[in-house]
């Protein structure tokens, strides 16, 4: 390491530089802005930090390595032809702050995206700012909220979930400022009209659903709810969470929501969970369109003396901010890779998009199928089977446990913590929280048969395993059973060991 400087500067060190090319430049920080001791970062050399990193790559589960149902947040492959696109220079190299006559080509990506998700959804506009589903959420119950107080309607306090919501759904309105009325799924899992009906009223300001919710069962009296709601007063907003069951087949708009968020990492493409950041634009009927935040992308014809741009002799594209904008709610232009990412996905598909739907819901039916005509006898319940029309479910589907747990003591979390033994990510559990002991699998429409049968035999081999073993359960894993109770009790996120306590 002789001939190497280590740079031992304000900023800190982790890097070493050949002397030569070190600067020799005094800082200009002053004194009270500089740090009294280095920070405590190891100090490695770079293919210690290469190895450092490929090993922790090995130690991780991902879709890339193994089969991933996990229910409710749609984890498919994303093919790699959108990197690609995403990474084309003309895409990557930009800067938000270019002029629109830079930009025509993102523009015009935006444009189409927009147009792409307004018509898939039956919404009249959209906005690609928000960057989680979450944040849609809130970002078009602050778009209603703000339609009512111009209207003077603002005695509008109330947001009306089902029981079976996500978690998202009520903390969002609640951000904004809304009580939250729960109302109580049926006994077949559906939406209770009469519920809704004893729910709804004067300070009701919008209904948060899922359809299909998130039992993986379609909602068929979805347009007599939207007549409730709307009959009160109310707004529907739709999460679109589970669109991959209903994407080309039928739309939110048909079902008559006013509002929806889609979520480009879950439905479209983008590698999401520890793989990369979200998108989760939102769609909004006509009445909403004003409020929304921009920048929004939009085209007019050329004029006859303008010239033609470098993506079209008949469009020129810009950024459009509503009017009544309840303000941005992420910087520049949102997800841009994301974005783009996701408009590659959903071009290729084409008016074909409907494929991907009947092949997430096939392979969901199958899977189903296949295990609870093994598992039966093991203790699994098909969570309300009874009331599911031809035994269908959508994109996804729940089991229950209870009858496990009451057999052998051996729960939800037990064999989903056994399945890691088998190679598999665990699927979702303990959501929704309507069904007891709840395991929840989604297993997308790019896994084939082999995979699928591969795994319900594993299932139903972790069913028959003893108590014992499973609730000691994961063995092979780099890390075993964690007390996520401690974890997210005392979360400690600091890399600094001096501040450990
Ligand atoms: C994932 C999910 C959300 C929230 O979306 P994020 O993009 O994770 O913020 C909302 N509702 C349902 C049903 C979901 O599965």
Not at 148 to 154: A, E, K, L
Not at 211 to 236: C, K, R, W, Y
Not at 430 to 435: A, K, M
Request: aromatic share 8%; net charge negative.
């Amino acid at each position: 390491m002789s001939h190497l400087h280590t740079h031992q500067g304000a900023e800190g060190t982790g890097y070493a530089q050949p002397s030569p090319l070190a600067s020799a430049e005094t800082l200009n920080i002053p004194d009270g802005l500089r740090r009294q001791r280095l920070p405590a970062l190891p100090r490695l050399s770079e293919p210690e930090v290469v190895r450092h990193y490929t090993w922790l790559s090995t130690r991780n589960f991902g879709i890339d390595t193994g089969f991933y149902p996990l229910g409710s947040c749609t984890m498919k492959h994303n093919p790699r032809v959108n990197e690609v696109i995403a990474q084309l220079p003309g895409i990557a190299d930009i800067h938000p702050l270019q002029p629109e006559s830079h930009l025509q080509g993102l523009l015009c990506i935006f444009y189409e995206m927009q147009e792409m998700l307004a018509t898939c959804s039956g919404m009249d506009a959209v906005t690609l700012q928000p960057v989680a589903g979450a944040q849609g959420e809130f970002t078009a119950i602050r778009c209603i909220q703000e339609y009512h107080r111009m209207i003077g309607q603002d005695g509008r306090t109330k947001v009306i979930v089902p029981d079976s919501a996500h978690g998202t759904n009520p903390a969002s309105a609640a951000m904004a400022g809304y009580e939250i009325v729960e109302i109580p799924s049926a006994e077949d899992g559906r939406l209770d009209l009469e519920a809704l009906r004893t729910a709804v009223g004067d300070d009701t300001a919008a209904m948060m659903i899922t359809n299909p919710n998130t039992l993986g069962i379609f909602e068929p009296d979805i347009a007599e709810a939207s007549q409730i709601v709307h009959d009160a007063g109310g707004q529907m907003y739709y999460d679109g969470a589970n669109f991959n069951a209903i994407l080309g087949k039928t739309s939110p708009g048909l079902m008559g929501f006013d509002a929806v968020h889609y979520n480009l990492h879950k439905t479209f493409a983008q590698p999401h969970g520890g793989g990369g950041p979200g998108s989760g634009p939102i769609g909004v009927k006509k009445h909403l369109v004003d409020f929304l935040p921009g920048p929004i992308a939009k085209r007019v014809p050329l004029r006859k003396d303008e010239p033609e741009t470098e993506v079209s002799d008949a469009w020129r594209y810009h950024w459009w901010r509503p009017s009544k904008s309840i303000g941005k709610v992420q910087q520049w232009h949102g997800n841009a890779g994301a974005i783009i990412r996701s408009w590659a996905f959903y071009r290729r598909y084409g008016n074909e998009l409907e494929t991907m739907t009947e092949h997430a819901v096939l392979n969901a039916n199958y899977l189903r199928h296949r295990i609870t005509s093994e598992a039966e006898s093991q203790g699994v319940a098909d969570s309300f089977n009874d009331g599911a029309p031809a035994d269908v479910v959508k994109h996804e589907f729940t089991l229950s446990l209870a009858p496990l747990k009451e057999a052998k003591g051996v729960g939800a979390m037990d064999v989903a913590k056994g399945l890691l033994d088998h190679g598999y990510m665990a699927p979702t559990v303990y959501f929704p929280l309507v069904v007891p002991e709840c395991v929840m699998v989604e297993p997308t429409e790019t896994e084939s048969k082999e995979v699928l049968d591969a795994f319900a035999a594993n299932f139903v081999k972790v069913l028959q395993e003893d108590a014992e073993t499973l609730h000691a359960a994961p063995k092979s894993t780099p890390v075993g059973r964690v007390d996520e109770v401690h974890a997210a009790r005392n979360l400690w996120l600091k890399h600094d060991t001096e501040q450990e306590e």
